[in-house]
């Protein structure tokens, strides 16, 4: 393949340190490089500028409320799967200024109201896992509606550039082959690795990703390096121990089955922290808070995530619609895996599993469903 023939969906491989003069490339068209490094015994998303800071030669260990980063001494930048953040801070950061009211010092008490200016960046997005990929694109889906948009995600999503990594190596809270999402990245990168042992193979999937490659030293993707990608794909699916089987009712199972004894078993054990949508990448509820600034004569409303856990987060006039945790749990339960669909058009969860990963209860949401959906029905 001559450097003329790069094209959407070709294959091509690159050393291991050419990748740093990919992040190079994107740096001097004025990207904003994010990815993942190791920080507070995990891993973390924050800003990188090469190679060094990615999490070379780690692995993790997860299990329901369980985190364990491992050293293993290859030389390998991507073994490790996600920590407990996503990429949506990028998109829907956590907290946003929506609006500033000033009062005018020579017409008081005549208010102003401002929109803040936020300075544009334009992010690029180094080792989006498939599963993230997909969340990505569900919340696309719920920011970017076209009755509905919003401009703090447009603006920032727009124009950013995605790297994904296509997963070698589950943990033990995969479980992206159930729900389609991994652990290969399908669509909607501009580049795709899959990690090899001296090499990356790299799928180019969209005319932003071809300019990033032009000056690097690359090759075509032969057949035996291929075999040798989709052969750890399929070890990686194989590995893949959690499963959520997926027929075609199982929305109806679980919203016929709203009274069952099962949610108040899991209610016992859940302690509505809220964790579980906090790390979760698709979960877009936000509330508003006015902060008044001394002395008085400014405001600042806040964007900030919220959760369903939260108990304010139900309350309105008459009362808490979700007054306790069992009908707090129900609802994020539900409301993920059945009522998404009628909304968006897909299941709100691209199986990621931090939600069990990093929940303090240690509950595996799977077996609260399969005994839903097994047990005695309400
Ligand atoms: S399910 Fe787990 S993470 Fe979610 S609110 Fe309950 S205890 Fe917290
Ligand atoms: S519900 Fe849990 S497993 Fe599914 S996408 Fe959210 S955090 Fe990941």
Redesign the pocket.
Known sequence: MSKQTLEVGATIIISKPELNNLLKNLSDLDYELAGPQVKDHTVVLGPIESLAELPKGYTSQEEPGKYTLISTGKENYFDVTSGPQTWKKYFFPPRTQLMIFQQDPDKSPTWSMVSPVEELRRYALIGVRP?DLA?IQIQDKIFLADNNCDPIYRDRREGAFILAVNCTEPCGTC?CTS?GTGPKAEEGFDLALTEGKDHFLIEIGSEVGINILLDLDWKAADVKHQKAAEAALQAAREKINLNLPQPDNLETELLSNLEHPQWDDVAGRCLSCGS?TQ?????FCWDSTDKTLLPGDKIIRYRSWDSCFNPDYSYVSHGNTRPNTRSRYRQWLTH?FASWYEQYGSS?????????TWCPGEIN?LEEIAAIREGEPS
């Open positions: 599963c969340g479980f729900m579980c790390v979760c990448p698709t979960c993920k709100g969860c691209v199986g990621c599993g931090r939600c069990i949401h």
